[in-house]
């Protein structure tokens, strides 16, 4: 059974890769937001991930981040719970 999965791969697979450009050295010239810091996208809008140019969050906004992290529970069992919980059927009830 695996060799007959393996030469299907191998049959279907190699034309596909086959007709796809290496796309390693594609550029169109961009810079990406992260990389562009203070500069200018289309000359108004200011690179970076957030505002002032910068890729690290506020201090604000990273604590409220950590804060909503914490709250979050499993829907059952407790906090540390190692066990999976069960998985519903559709249309049936525990």
Not at 16 to 44: E, I, K, M, R, W
Not at 63 to 82: C, F, N, Q, T
């Amino acid at each position: 059974m695996r060799r007959v999965l393996a030469a299907i791969v191998v049959a279907v697979g190699a034309p596909l890769a086959a007709g796809f450009p290496n796309c390693d050295q594609v550029s169109v010239g961009l810079t990406p937001l992260g990389d562009l810091g203070q500069g200018l996208y289309l000359g108004q809008f200011q690179g970076g991930l957030y505002p002032g140019g910068v890729n690290t969050p506020p201090a604000a906004h990273a604590a409220e981040g950590l804060a909503l992290y914490r709250a979050v529970v499993p829907a059952r069992g407790r906090r540390g719970d190692s066990r999976r919980p069960r998985r519903r059927r559709h249309g049936r009830h525990p």
